[in-house]
């Protein structure tokens, strides 16, 4: 699904969605500022948004819309989070909605909206307006690649991708565009994804599908432990596949649900080895904990340690502080039961540090890609986090970035 | 208490206590690296403790000398801390009371022991055993210093103090050296502090004191939320006051608890102004909140977001992302009856951007000391968090320092 063909056609994969990317001026470096993604059959739609009591004007708006049960359009532009905007906020969200429904000829509520950048300026509402209708007019079924990088900020490239699958015996296709790099932390920080479909299936099952898939992917990335007022996940299926409407727990669901699944946590991972200034990939596996929200617990106490990001940007093995962050997770632990490996060598191991082997654990802490292995010892449940390290590149990035 | 004559006293600053520090070679570097705290005199004793699971063997050492209720001494290394050691690390703590005890003519159960450094290394035991016996040799009444640097690790100055207040009559003098640097965080993270005093003082009581007061001190400080296996802060009463001893929840109490209070306030903001790599000071006065534990929340979500931490670092006043961590504190909050000030200066009000003069915000955020206030709105619970930013200098720090 990562393939550079699926990649291209992203969330335009799916029979009956077109989409576009614009520059309208929004982001001040001139770039592809603002995306359209639109299915003229209507579809059914579901979403995850941030959890931030100080939630942005867009997110309340496509809350309303996700509570309508369908949708035809996502509009969504960066450079500015048309968060902190107070009521003229809530007016600018309203407009984003009013002037996409007025150009694709259907009702504002159809509308999902999303915004992303700078907290607390308002909207240049005038750009945003040219841009919609320019979108718009250049909707195609090869748009997903302009749309993708119309809705990044920070990150280095877009992230998109498609699939297909065979659901009662017909092709059911799966695509997608997404956002993340800095702020992204669990429960859907500075993250937009929106993801399209052309599978039937009642708005009920897809609500579910989403939610469930968010919990093991997007919400088990963490960049830097913020959380973004701006979040939202979004699917619209469209049910131009044809296949038999998915309305029950059954077989069917659960192939939908799997091939969501892998989607996201591509996605997920992709974000997350994209974080601002990463120079390494890190996938913390926690085994053999009590529960799944235990080992989720101590994945991300160890995901977020700021001494444990830092020690992989300069590669070294320092295991002392990756055990500490799983003492300090909150999580109860047994330190005589606990192994922790880099890669496939065990570095502590029953309350003491390992013997190992120094050059082949320098040539894993060399690598790009690291997983992290924690066995609890104590049950069956496990869990993965990801992440990445924390560079000179991070502090860069957001002590310049402005306001 | 911060004088520099005060500063010198130490922990010697109270009647019968002595301190020396020495060179054992525990450090790479050849610093100072063993201290003694001695009182001929037996005193009282009280502790607060890591709550990391993964707590070093000097932690359950020190524990039981509090459980004891009285002790003599104080012995504390940096370079090592003695941490994931198992059985060898327990036997090597006992040995360090031992060897204390021994020279000083007391028990070892008399003995407090503390460790910071490298975590999974086993303490060189023949040099900490001849360093122990030097330093008990070298103990005397202007031994603080010593003492003080030898407790060390990344920190850029030995912090200490001693104050004295009267207490039915008589003067009680206080005194302390602590030392924070990286891996602070609330709930006691690497951070060391012995205190001495003369006061005649119940153990309950002491403890009781020490408690309360480091609720509001030690435990409102973050560098990097990281929280380290080693933390702990002793006090020792001697009683060579002659106060009538403190037993009671009275007036001679609360002077007593005001004044250990204020001297672990400056400690601890000493602490997060020298974390690893600060370029500012960061007060996170967080008022107008339900209640105590709400209002800690909040500030220590601040606190510890790494966007916020950089901004400062860049003189950024995104005030954006101050608002954005009150948000997802996981605290009910109304944004519109909140009002955030970086210095006096309104920069969030009523859930939208303050109007500000750019021109004086830029002179606050360009200062080394800065107080980021954040008025709920909805309650007349306070509480104030110390921290401070994050730079490039902590990724050098801890991408480079080793293991």
Request: aromatic share 6%.
């Amino acid at each position: 699904m990562f393939s550079e063909q699926h990649r291209k056609a992203g969330v335009t994969y799916p029979q009956g969605f077109k989409a576009a990317g614009v520059k309208a001026g929004i982001k001040k470096s001139g770039n592809l500022d603002v995306a359209v993604i639109y299915t003229e059959r209507q579809a059914n739609v579901a979403g995850v948004f941030t959890q931030n009591a100080v939630a942005a004007a867009p997110v309340f708006a496509s809350k309303k819309v996700v509570a309508s049960g369908t949708a035809h359009a996502v509009t969504a532009n960066a450079g500015c989070a048309n968060a902190c905007t107070g009521e003229q906020g809530t007016q600018d969200a309203a407009r984003m909605q009013a002037v996409t429904a007025e150009a694709l000829g259907c009702e504002p509520l159809d509308v999902i909206v999303a915004s992303t950048g700078v907290i607390g300026v308002n909207l240049p509402m005038d750009k945003m307006e040219a841009g919609i209708k320019q979108a718009v007019e250049e909707l195609s079924e090869t748009g997903s690649e302009t749309a993708g990088q119309a809705i990044v900020t920070t990150d280095t490239y877009s992230k998109s991708c498609a699939t297909e699958v065979t659901i009662g015996g017909k092709e059911v296709r799966f695509g997608a565009i997404a956002k993340g790099s800095g702020m992204i932390q669990p429960n859907m920080a500075t993250m937009l994804c929106f993801i399209t479909t052309d599978a039937a299936i009642s708005q009920p099952r897809l609500q579910q599908a989403l939610s469930e898939v968010t919990e093991v992917s997007f919400n088990m990335i963490s960049i830097d432990g913020d959380m973004s007022t701006n979040d939202m996940a979004v699917v619209l299926a469209n049910g131009a596949a044809g296949n038999k409407e998915i309305t029950e727990d059954d077989a069917d669901f659960e192939v939908f649900k799997a091939t969501l699944r892998e989607l996201c946590q591509g996605l997920a991972r992709r974000i997350a080895a994209d974080g601002e200034g990463a120079t390494k990939f890190l996938t913390v596996q926690v085994r053999g904990a009590n529960s799944f929200a235990d080992a989720k617990q101590i994945g991300m106490s160890v995901a977020k340690s700021p001494l444990v990001k830092t020690a992989f940007f300069g590669e070294d093995p320092n295991w002392g502080r990756v055990i500490c962050a799983v003492g300090y997770a909150g999580v109860p632990m047994e330190p005589e039961k606990t192994v922790v490996k880099f890669g496939d060598i065990p570095v502590y191991k029953y309350g003491v540090g390992a013997d190992y082997d120094e050059a082949a654990l320098r040539e894993v802490m060399g690598q790009h890609d690291i997983v992290i292995d924690i066995d609890m010892g104590t049950g069956s449940a496990e869990a993965t986090v990801w992440t990445c390290d924390f560079s000179y590149e991070y502090v860069k990035i957001n002590g310049e970035y402005h306001t």
